[in-house]
Nanobody
Framework: QVQLKESGGGLVQNGGSVNLTCVVS????????MAWFRQVPGKEREGVAA???????IYADSVKGRFTISQDNHGRILYLQMNNLKPEDAAMYYC???????????????????WGQGTQVTVSS
């Protein structure tokens, strides 16, 4: 059974940094796309960043220049380095994995089949 497990969230000061990690287990399959999403209560889940096997990355405009998505060579660990955090970045962050993702929809929730349980990031102002 495929499992995705996030870690690294916590309380961080405004302007601070945090690095999230997602570990994939239960499969030998290397997913073509992996991504980070975030959600705050009462709002839809929002795509933050995605990475395709080979290294191509896609970012939401709100995080460009501040967040960096990366993965290990085996596609088993996904990272999200978040710098210069703002209060509006506070959310539950989820990692997701998908096989075939429609081009242009890399940050769309419906394109991903497997999800982690999330890790909370809180930004103090």
């Amino acid at each position: 059974q495929v499992q995705l497990k996030e870690s690294g969230g916590g309380l961080v000061q405004n302007g601070g940094s945090v690095n999230l990690t997602c570990v994939v287990s239960g499969t030998d399959y290397m997913y073509y796309y992996m991504a980070w999403f975030r959600q705050v209560p009462g709002k839809e889940r929002e795509g933050v960043a995605a990475v395709r096997t080979g290294g191509t990355t896609i970012y939401a405009d709100s995080v460009k220049g501040r967040f960096t998505i990366s993965q290990d060579n085996h596609g088993r660990i996904l990272y999200l380095q978040m710098n210069n955090l703002k209060p509006e970045d506070a959310a539950m962050y989820y990692c997701a994995a998908g096989g075939f993702v429609t081009r242009g929809r890399e940050l769309s929730e419906g394109e991903y089949a497997y999800w982690g349980q999330g890790t909370q990031v809180t930004v103090s102002s």
